[in-house]
Nanobody, 127 residues
């Protein structure tokens, strides 16, 4: 099992950048994070959770159309961390960002495919 935790959120002005990180806070003798597909989702107030990006254990990645060219997902399999670099932030990027883990890779970015979830980190884009 994974016990995911996100970090790196905050308040940023439009056009700014943030780097979010996802780690397994319970990593000991279980299957390491590097063996899982990890995705980022976000949820804005009053809206459904939206898939943003996903990266497989081998580094294959997919992005939602709304973030292509501005977001970049990566993973460090030595540190067992998955990061989401978010650039050119817009007010509509505001929301809680969650990382989620799955044993399987899918480009569908469907929340139902992910068994493990972090508690989220708040991203607020405002001037």
């Amino acid at each position: 099992q994974l016990q995911l935790t996100e970090s790196g959120g905050g308040l940023v002005q439009p056009g700014g950048s943030l780097r979010l990180s996802c780690t397994d806070r319970g990593f000991t003798s279980r299957v390491p994070l590097r063996h899982y597909t990890i995705a980022w989702f976000r949820q804005a107030p009053g809206k459904d959770r939206e898939g943003v990006s996903v990266i497989s254990d081998t580094g294959r990645s997919t992005y939602a159309d709304s973030v292509k060219g501005r977001f970049a997902i990566s993973r460090d399999n030595v540190d067992n961390t998955v990061s989401l670099q978010i650039n050119s932030l817009k007010p509509e990027d505001t929301g809680i960002y969650y990382c989620a883990g799955s044993s399987y890779y899918s480009e569908a970015l469907s929340a139902g495919d992910y068994a493990y979830w972090g508690q989220g980190t708040q991203v607020t884009v405002s001037s």
